[in-house]
């Protein structure tokens, strides 16, 4: 049984940093997209930053570039996402989400969330101005 379960939420205040790590368990694939998806109060769910554990391309939201990097540690089988320069805009709840098996050239597209089959319980990001 597939399992991602998320870690290293918690409340900071603007300019501050905070890393994510979402944990997978139960597949053996190297090769999947990974992404951290985020749902503000009221919002629809949107993309952060996915990673392609085989080829290792990474893709952001524009609203996070420059301040959120995506990576991975295959041996533990985790994801990490860390944030820096957060802002208020920041808070959310943020989801790791897999596709699993994929090749090391597939593009782990931001928009085609429904690509993503597996999605952990979230943990919640706060960001006080």
């Known amino acids: 049984q597939v399992q991602l379960v998320e870690s290293g939420g918690g409340s900071v205040q603007a300019g501050g940093s905070l890393r994510l790590s979402c944990a997978g368990s139960?597949?053996?694939?190297?090769?999947?997209?990974m992404g951290w998806f985020r749902q503000a109060p009221g919002k629809e769910r949107e993309g952060v930053a996915t990673?392609?554990?085989?080829?290792?391309?990474?893709f952001y939201v524009d609203s996070v570039k420059g301040r959120f990097t995506i990576s991975q540690d295959n041996a533990k089988n985790t994801v990490y996402l860390q944030m820096n320069s957060l802002k208020p805009e920041d808070t959310a709840m943020y989801y790791c989400?897999?596709?699993?098996?994929?090749?090391?050239?597939?593009?782990?597209?931001?928009?085609?969330?429904?690509?993503?089959?597996?999605w952990g319980q979230g943990t919640q990001v706060n960001v006080s101005s």
């Open positions: 989400a897999a596709q699993l098996s994929v090749a090391g050239s597939w593009i782990c597209s931001l928009r085609r969330r429904t690509d993503f089959v597996y």
């Open positions: 139960g597949y053996t694939y190297r090769r999947n997209c």
């Open positions: 990673i392609n554990t085989g080829g290792g391309s990474t």
